[in-house]
């Protein structure tokens, strides 16, 4: 994963997602770590976005968090930092190709939260469930 291309605010989500993998003691950063992460930024572009969509919150930092308890955990002196887990990688391929279509140089919060939802798996289904689509 290449951050170079991204804005610091998604290169800061990134990290923030990396960090609530680690204090989940999960190894592979997954979309939920991601989602949460742009939850966590109160006030920052993805709530704006979805409180403007009419998604609910709560609603979405609930299935979030049942989506990150329910990824593994792992333990042990050989553990080593996250890695981008089968899921994420998509989503930021993803988001790439938007940041693409729209003729963007760099990868932005919202193409990261386009991404999301396009997204199968937990987060995509909790913002679907919301009508949270990439339209």
Same mark, same amino acid.
């Given at each position: ?5 991204? +804005?610091?605010?998604?290169?800061? %989500? ?8 680690? %204090?989940? +003691?999960? =190894? ?11 939850? =966590? ?5 993805? *709530?704006? /976005? /979805?409180? $403007?969509? $009419? ?8 299935? *979030? ?21 089968? !899921? ?10 938007? %940041?693409?279509?729209? $003729? !963007? ?7 990261? /939260?386009?991404? /999301? ?13 919301? !009508?949270? +689509?990439?339209?």
């Amino acid at each position: 994963m290449n951050l170079s291309n991204y +804005t610091v605010k998604a290169q800061e %989500a990134v990290q923030k997602a990396a960090e609530i993998a680690q %204090a989940n +003691t999960n =190894q592979g950063l997954e979309p939920p770590h991601l989602f949460k992460a742009l939850l =966590q930024d109160e006030g920052g572009l993805a *709530t704006t /976005l /979805l409180q $403007g969509l $009419g998604a609910n919150l709560d609603y979405l930092d609930a299935k *979030t968090e049942a989506a990150i308890a329910a990824l593994p955990k792992v333990s042990g002196a050989s553990v080593q930092g996250p890695y981008v887990g089968s !899921d994420l990688g998509p989503v930021l391929d993803g988001a790439k190709k938007e %940041a693409d279509a729209l $003729g !963007d140089e760099y990868v932005a919060v919202e193409h990261l /939260l386009v991404a /999301l939802a396009d997204s199968t798996g937990a987060v995509g289904d909790a913002l679907r469930n919301q !009508d949270v +689509t990439k339209a």
